[in-house]
């Protein structure tokens, strides 16, 4: 059997069916050898990073392995943006780069390079990958996809690599005699996969009994773990107000009258408020990096007991010092603390609920209508979010955009929302729509961009037209890199270098237009419903530009050295002061 034919099958055993993938001379062998198969398509972009996050949103979406493939040197290279991304945001996936003959490879020799486009792709990523391997036997290659893949999805996820040059790639051998790393002595010996210590969840129960303002925070742990059901579970049967990380926001339906919106430096302010006013705070799945704590994580839940919930163990203590941290895959924990909770009576928080029930009603997530005359984004994510049907699979792109979703996108049953999280990489939101829409077929997908980051990836509108995927592409166009725009107000006096002064974006209406997609514009809200409800009505992709004042802002904003509820614009520190159930920090500790 040709090797390259043993590595497409056993990548259609493991339940995908479509690789994505930028071909070259390298990797000709692996794409002649899914060329032959129908159960198995090869989506063809224009970079490769594309490639690359459409293989994340792929495993976001199917649960189990996306698959990117790219041709040696530059192709290789082009990826690794999209397996940073894997790597900080915990999503399994299986990269595959074509290499150079072995017998043209330098190996140790101290020159730069031998064959043409010969990269030393698997030194570049070991940083980023949970294995990265360069394929010199062709014995080798089951031990190596099986491990790869293992490990790929097991303990804490993330992204595997896997170098293969040329010679290894036509090379023929004998499947049945390959020795394998599954059911191998060290499979059987890997620790990667932490054992649930029940009486540790005992303990976290008998504290969430016992709590008079519970909240739990939820990332993007719960959805990597496949723990929604039972998070969910969790809240129906305690009751406890659920608050979310970026990562976490669709765990639960906004409707869930236990969910009390996203916190962190872009969160919303009546969520802010809950969090800082418990005096319990289970945390599940999350990181506690400083988009979530601020940059005063001293302050954070400062007056309540903190439990802390994650498989990586390195995760737990790193910046947030909590009183119970638990080592634990958070679906088996959250299956074990529902079962110890079982029958329990729910706690009277109604009290609780109604603080924080008055914050949301107090502290909406608006702009000043005073500063602005044009279009509030946080009020078209709500009209956009009550068009949008249950199922439906949001794909955010990084900058203002993703954070006037985040706040006020009103995600529905059963609707995912795509985010580039740790790495935050503008261009993302168009190439996990294509893996989003490949992954459920027929399904109508949703991409939230801004006018810079749509131009990153622009040129694989060619693929969502081809393909004639149902993929809803927003842009809100405010002609400048807006999120960075804002910090230079803030924190440079206003110099705009590089965000408005110098920056240049052409009419992606006609862009659009050029590609095929049908195209709409949103200048004001005088015709946004109808716009908007016809845009998703088409069978088949449309592209639909909101136009935004140049001044647009995210607000409310968390700076810095700022607890986290403390958010500018700020209010006056004497309604902050009666806001509060809890001393405020004192106004000497907080640098102006």
């Known amino acids: 059997m040709k090797l390259s034919d043993y590595v497409v099958e056993f990548i259609s055993r493991q339940g995908v069916n479509h690789v994505f993938e930028l071909i070259g001379g390298a990797i000709t062998h692996l794409i002649d050898s899914i060329h032959h198969r129908s159960d198995l398509e090869c ?11 459409a293989a994340e949103a792929y495993a976001r979406i199917n ?35 074509g290499q150079v003959n072995t017998y043209e490879y330098k190996f140790d020799r ?22 990265a391997e360069l394929i010199t036997e062709p014995q080798s290659i089951r031990y190596h996809l099986e491990k790869a893949v293992w490990l790929a999805q097991n303990g804490r996820p993330g992204p595997v690599l896997l170098d293969i040059p040329m010679n290894i790639q036509r090379a023929e051998i004998e499947p049945d005699k390959l020795p394998g790393f599954l059911g191998s002595v060290e499979e059987a010996t890997r620790t990667d996969i932490p054992v649930l210590d029940l009486e540790s969840v005992k303990s976290v129960a008998s504290l969430m009994k016992k709590a ?58 009546y969520s802010n408020l809950t969090l800082a006013n418990c005096d319990t705070l289970l945390i599940i799945g999350a990181r506690l990096d400083s988009r979530q704590t601020g940059t005063r994580p001293d302050t954070f839940a400062r007056a309540a007991k903190k439990i802390h919930i994650d498989i990586d163990s390195n995760e737990l203590n790193a910046k947030v ?42 502290y909406p997530t608006r702009l000043d209508s005073k500063e602005l005359s044009g279009i509030d984004p946080n009020c078209f994510m709500e009209l956009l979010s009550e068009q949008c049907a249950d199922g439906d699979v949001i794909c955010l792109d990084v900058g203002q955009n993703q954070m006037w979703a985040a706040q006020s996108f009103r995600l529905k049953k059963a609707q995912r929302m795509i985010i580039s999280g740790g790495l935050g990489a503008m261009g993302f939101s168009l190439p996990a729509a294509l893996g989003a829409a490949k992954a459920l077929p ?65 009419d992606l209406v006609k862009i659009a237009a050029a590609y095929g997609l049908p195209v709409f ?15 998703l009505a088409i069978d088949g992709p449309a592209y639909i530009e909101i136009k935004l004042e140049q001044n647009t802002e995210v607000n409310p904003k968390l700076v810095v050295n700022r607890p986290i509820e403390d958010m500018s614009p700020h209010i006056d520190r004497k309604e902050l002061a009666n806001a509060m159930l809890i001393d405020l920090v004192d106004e000497g500790e907080v640098p102006t």
């Not at 989506?43 to 996050?53: I, K, L, R």
């Not at 509108?461 to 004639?468: A, L, T």
Request: proline letters at 4%.
């Open 43 to 53: 989506v063809s972009v224009h970079h490769e990073q594309t490639g690359a996050f």
């Open 63 to 97: 649960g189990r392995l996306g698959v990117a493939m790219a041709t040696s040197g530059p192709g290789a290279l082009n990826m690794v943006t999209g397996i940073g991304s894997c790597w900080f945001d915990s999503v399994p996936c299986l990269f595959i780069t």
């Open 110 to 131: 101290p020159i730069r390079q031998i064959g043409f486009q010969e990269t030393d792709i698997v030194s570049v990523v070991k940083p980023i990958t949970k294995y």
């Open 212 to 269: 008079l303002r519970p909240v739990i925070l939820i990332g993007g742990g719960v959805r990597t773990a496949c723990g929604a059901k039972e998070l969910q579970s969790l809240v129906e049967q305690t009751g406890i107000p659920v608050v979310s990380t970026l990562m976490g926001l669709d765990v639960l339906p906004y409707n869930n009258s236990s969910f009390f919106g996203m916190i962190g430096s872009y969160g919303n302010r």
């Open 321 to 362: 010092i909590v009183e119970h941290a638990l080592n634990a895959d958070v679906k088996e924990f959250l299956v074990a603390l529902n079962k110890e909770l079982d029958g329990v009576i729910k706690n009277d928080l109604s009290s609780w609920y109604e603080v924080i029930n008055g914050y949301r009603t107090k």
């Open 442 to 506: 027929g399904q109508r997908i949703v991409s939230l961009s801004g006018d810079g980051g749509i131009q990153i990836n622009i040129q694989d509108f060619e693929v969502v037209v081809s393909h004639r995927l149902p993929v809803k592409i927003f842009v809100f166009n405010n002609n400048c890199l807006g999120m960075v725009r804002q910090f230079q107000d803030i924190y440079f006096g206003g110099r705009q270098q590089s965000t408005v002064l110098g920056y240049g974006c052409p």
């Open 521 to 535: 514009t949103i200048s004001s809200f005088d015709r946004a419903t109808d716009i908007i409800s016809e845009a």
